[in-house]
């Protein structure tokens, strides 16, 4: 039998719930960073964006951050942009993607101030911060952070939906009722007369 599209959904859903669950367990003692940091030079001005998430303590943190910069001269924007032996000598990142992934046993918490509102409390964090241009340097960022139970109970919506479908035909299969619909078919055991569903054949008693 061919899978229905709600079994796929629920399947994925079930397997994403674990993915964050583990996440979730690890950034106790191991935060995790996942990022992408595209950077282009246009003339002297480089470009940079970052956008990724941070695991740390039982919160995730995901930001985005655009910065263009611009250098006085080739030799400064060497200075930025050349591949060094050592990336951590560079001052910015190299024009490309820059993918990254980064596994912190002692990540510093970021400060995001004191918890002014409820959702604070709760782990809810929305900062935006806009630099003017100024000194040919802009930046913008935004940065959110959200406690791992959030999106873990939103992959377990669709599953515990199907799971609570299930118990609940499963209950009517034994009381002798229709599993769709719930009708009383203990006078037609074959197909139910209310909404026409094939009674599978019940277990001998
Ligand atoms: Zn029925």
Redesign the pocket.
Known sequence: MRPRVSTLFTAASLGLSVGVGVLWFRSYPVGDYFGCHPARVRGLVLEHESCGFATWRGSITTGVDATRIRALDQKQLNEWTVVRSDPAARLLPTPGLNLKWEPRSNATELNLGNPVTVWNRLGFWMLHQQMKPDFGFQNSNWIIRFPFWFPFALTLILPSARLALWLRSRRRRRRG???????D?RASPAR??????AAPVPPPA
């Open positions: 009722l229709c599993p769709v619909c719930g009708y078919l139910c007369p209310e909404c026409g569903k």
